[in-house]
């Protein structure tokens, strides 16, 4: 592969596409790219990013890649769009999240997901209030999709799942399972009663062990803040408070551990697993 | 409370100790709190950092604190030591690890453990091999102490137990589980094998999966690195493989995730809950 001169459209030694080369930092496409830190930005264009050779490698063909940006050193490989970019090693560090970035992203068109297309078959949804930490929510998206877990629902001020730190903890299971943001819980909870879907709340102010509990075959799984567990009114709402069992002096599992913990004891009882 | 100039030895208005101004970036408790930013210094001064009210709060008293900097709005708290430097919001800034630091932190003693000291008692150890995430560090002690863990082994090229992001996210329990560092793994396994602990290494490279497992009174877990597992000689070491049963396209779970359900379940076979 050669390219002459800034902004030129060269083909590829393999045939296969065509490259742009960006050596300015005030390209559109590099300014897109910055503005798509910003979760507003990321609402209104639809898009989000994947950083990391594997993580864009692993990207199903079922999403749309708008383009892909990387240094030099990924020129050769082949990818699921065409559409790639080659920049330098300054401008890549200016746009990736990462301290020590590989050379490469994506920029992913998000996919609109209906409700109604969930399944009815059983299994469980996890229910997500106010949780603040990417990687806290990107470990429990990873173990809810390695259970099958039917949805997830994110509260409004939750973490958003479409930031790069939470792509990157989620290891490529984002694609996988359908996640729907900026839920009003309550109504959700309200929908839930109706199709007769219980509700679990994890949290510490109930005796219920969940050990102890026999879950029906189709439920969902609220976990709350880091900090302060689940809101009131969510609680309230919950069909059901539940607690993981624990023995040491510590009063609580960190959020993750403590979701994933019930997402795999209620896989083996309800026989996902 | 009142200080009237530099450094000045002042009295409390409690009548509990005493305080110490430090207005200076060049004063030695400064230097020496950003000296324990670095590893090689915690391990040479046995010395190690404690951010943030709760987790000063909750350091056990079996503790020794060398001493408490804060800003002034903590002045008129009680803590466990008289010994407390007050400092400006400026100051506390350049020597606290979190973004918004709630300017409060604690200067603690590690703590010697006789490996002879831990119990024969019924229970598990955990393992860690190269894990490198302070937050999956943090989780797994967290996880153990809740199940009453006997006693956590790093390997040499394990992130550091007492670096201030791993402390953090333990939420204090780091002070409640022997935890011993830059163990030789392969020697702990040969020792381990002499006391007849059987040791369990969590990998994908098996079919036997944890809930067909007949697990011993008193056993170890081994985890490993989040990209790479367990190294080859250790598995190669360890009595056993085993997996945790997974069902979606993802390929593992977060390495904090896989160990801490690990605990759990094994904690309820061996009726440790």
């Known amino acids: 592969m050669q390219y002459l001169y800034k902004n030129a459209r060269i083909q590829s030694s393999k045939q296969r596409g065509f490259y742009m080369l960006i050596e300015s930092i005030h390209n559109n496409i590099i300014k897109q790219i910055i503005s798509l830190q910003d979760k507003k930005n990321r609402d209104e264009q639809k898009l989000f990013i994947v950083e990391g050779y594997k993580q864009v490698q692993d990207i199903p063909e079922s999403w749309d890649i708008e383009y892909i940006i990387c240094t030099e050193k990924y020129k050769d490989i082949s990818f699921h769009t065409d559409k790639i970019y080659i920049t330098t090693d300054t401008i890549f560090k200016k746009i990736a999240d990462t301290k020590t970035p590989q050379g490469i992203l994506a920029v992913v068109k998000k996919q609109e997901i209906d409700l109604e297309s969930i399944s009815n078959n059983k299994g469980f949804f ?42 990157r903890s989620t290891m490529g299971t984002i694609f996988n399972v359908p996640i729907f943001q900026e839920c009003d819980i309550n ?28 879950f029906e ?14 809101s009131k009114d969510i609680l309230d709402n919950a069909d059901n408070l539940i607690k993981i069992e624990m023995l040491g002096k510590t009063q609580s599992l960190n959020a993750s551990i403590a979701c ?14």
Chains 1, 2 share one sequence.
């Open 126 to 167: 996890v229910i997500v209030d106010s949780l603040q930490d990417p990687g806290n929510l990107g470990s429990i998206i990873r173990t809810a999709e390695a259970y099958n877990c039917k949805g997830i629902f994110l509260s409004k001020n939750t973490v958003d799942a479409f930031s790069s730190k939470v792509v």
């Open 187 to 214: 109504l959700l909870l309200e929908n839930f009663k109706k199709k007769n879907i219980k509700t679990y709340a994890l949290a510490l102010q109930t005796d219920k062990l969940i050990t102890n509990t026999k």
């Open 217 to 230: 075959d189709s439920i969902a799984i609220i976990v709350g803040n880091e900090a302060n567990g689940i």
């Open 260 to 273: 994933s913990i019930a997402i795999y004891e209620i896989s083996k009882q309800i026989s996902v697993i």
